[in-house]
């Protein structure tokens, strides 16, 4: 079975602060996505990786960053973490060329 | 943005019923996808079902696709409450896949 996991399942921050999330990835995935969930908007597209040290834009890149320095691992950076910034953070993982993805847990960040 | 839509934002039905639920679409595709994601966990890959299909089961699940009317439906037979969670449409379009916003269903013993 694939496997998808996030450093934290909870994180309370506070405004400024600069904050890593990490997700890795055991099954040599070249794709890795992060998206933020919030009620009724579904989930968001943040940033996405086809390979390692690739990077693209999704639909709402900023305030945020991401490092994929090795393939097993997307870090998703907030440079100065603001109180809109309270989210749940999923990542997750797909070989290419296929559509399906395999999600981690999810993180539940709150910027106070 | 999003591209599904589901249809109705929230569902209660009682163990033993079946329930429906509708995602709507805007763009072309190149398939279709459900999800399921328990209360506060990640998204748990349900079902594909590509462009050229029109409908496709597994177990209690049955997805059917009409892309003429660009719209999905999910059917979860003989529900439990083990189903409750929240269910998600993403569509792929080649470029992108793009999540709707949910529906909520709620499966009472």
């Known amino acids: 079975d694939v496997k998808v996991t996030q450093s934290s399942r909870y994180l309370v921050k506070r405004t400024g602060e600069k904050v890593f999330l990490e997700c890795v990835q055991d099954m040599d995935h070249e794709n890795m996505f992060w998206y933020r969930q919030d009620p009724g908007l579904g989930l968001r597209l943040i940033y996405f990786?086809?390979?390692?040290?690739?990077?693209e834009k999704g639909d709402i890149p900023e305030g945020y960053s991401v490092s994929r320095e090795k393939k097993e691992r997307f870090s998703l950076i907030l440079e100065s973490a603001s109180t809109n910034q309270t989210s749940m953070y999923l990542c997750?993982?797909?070989?290419?060329?296929?559509?399906?993805?395999?999600f981690g847990p999810g993180t539940r960040l709150t910027v106070l | 943005s999003q591209q599904g839509e589901e249809d109705p934002q929230a569902l209660s039905i009682q163990e033993g019923e079946n329930a429906t639920m509708n995602c709507s679409y805007k763009t072309s595709i190149n398939n279709l996808q459900w999800y399921r994601q328990n209360s506060g966990r990640g998204l748990v890959h349900l079902i594909l079902?590509?462009?050229?299909?029109r409908e496709k089961h597994s177990g209690r699940l049955r997805v059917t696709l009409d892309t003429s009317k660009k719209s999905s439906s999910l059917l979860i037979t003989a529900s439990r409450a083990a189903d409750t969670a929240s269910y998600f449409c993403?569509?792929?379009?080649?470029?992108?896949?793009?999540f709707g916003a949910g529906t909520r269903l709620t499966v009472k013993p």
């Open positions: 997750a993982s797909s070989p290419p060329y296929l559509a399906t993805q395999y």
């Open positions: 990786s086809y390979d390692v040290k690739m990077k």
């Open positions: 993403a569509t792929d379009s080649g470029d992108d896949m793009r």
């Open positions: 079902i590509r462009s050229n299909e």
